[in-house]
């Protein structure tokens, strides 16, 4: 690489908030054939909000202010959207106790004497709570794209809240760009199967890795290398920074979170998936002037 294609296409990006660290991301750049974008913050602005709550043995009311009980806790974004709800609505929460977060799963505590239990399906599984009668709401809001939270009271449920969260304007924009390039894109998330593959399907994404535990995200990309891929992993959180660090090129969102921007080799100052595909243009930009 000679200097000056390094100076310019670092200078290309700069001026689109497209931030190299170094001249490896550089080169790297120019020969990544899959991006991998997390869902949640990176393809969709990360700021769920409340759609439908369906309660079923107690009082709405009554189911909300305890899921918000427990989402007073937890630093989740679908907590925060769960907790602001019921505030709105009025609601008074409860005092927990025996509070415990469980990554990539929900929450739970005692409340007023109750085990009370918030999130999504590997929980209730693991905790035997049978959905029963809200099995087929719970599915369908899933299959609509919505995310949904599931809450049970001393093993029993007693509610859906379901959640969305707007995709950023851009996004399948970025994907078509990715495309266009002969860039594989797949999407990585914790979320439900059945609501990341509703929301690929609206992005023209068609592989979804689903269902991801946290731990288990950089695990996930180097299956893709050692499938002989040369793998860029698109994240804002916590949670992916361990696969940034070990995709070929690790790309943060500008508005993520500090150990995410820390990690990347590649930050996109304007926070818009656009920018993936542009990266990616300066970096071959760079090699073709290289030689
Ligand atoms: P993502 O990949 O979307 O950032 P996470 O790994 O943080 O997801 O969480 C995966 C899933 O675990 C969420 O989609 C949700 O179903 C569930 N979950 C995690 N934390 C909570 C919580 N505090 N309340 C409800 N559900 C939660
Ligand atoms: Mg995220």
Redesign the pocket.
Known sequence: ATPTAIMVGTGLGAQRGVLFKNATALETSARIDTVVM????TLTK?APEVTEVIAAGLPEEEMLAMAAT??HE??????RA?VDLAAQRGLQEFSASDFR???????MAQVEGHRVL??????MTAENVDFGELAGRRDDLAASGR????VAVDGRAVGVIALADAVRDTAAAAVAALHESGIEVVM?????EA?ARRIAEQLGIDTVIA????GD?AAKVAELQAAGRQVAMVGD?V??APALATADLGIAIGAGTDVAIETADLVLMRSDPLDVPVALRIGKGTRRKMR
């Open positions: 997390d869902k949640t913050g990360g427990i989402e937890s630093e989740h974004p679908l907590a769960i977060n469980v990554p990539g799963q929900g929450a918030v999130g999504n399906q590997r929980l995310t949904v939270v599931l990585l998330t914790g979320d439900n609501t269902e991801v535990l946290p995200k959180g949670n992916d």
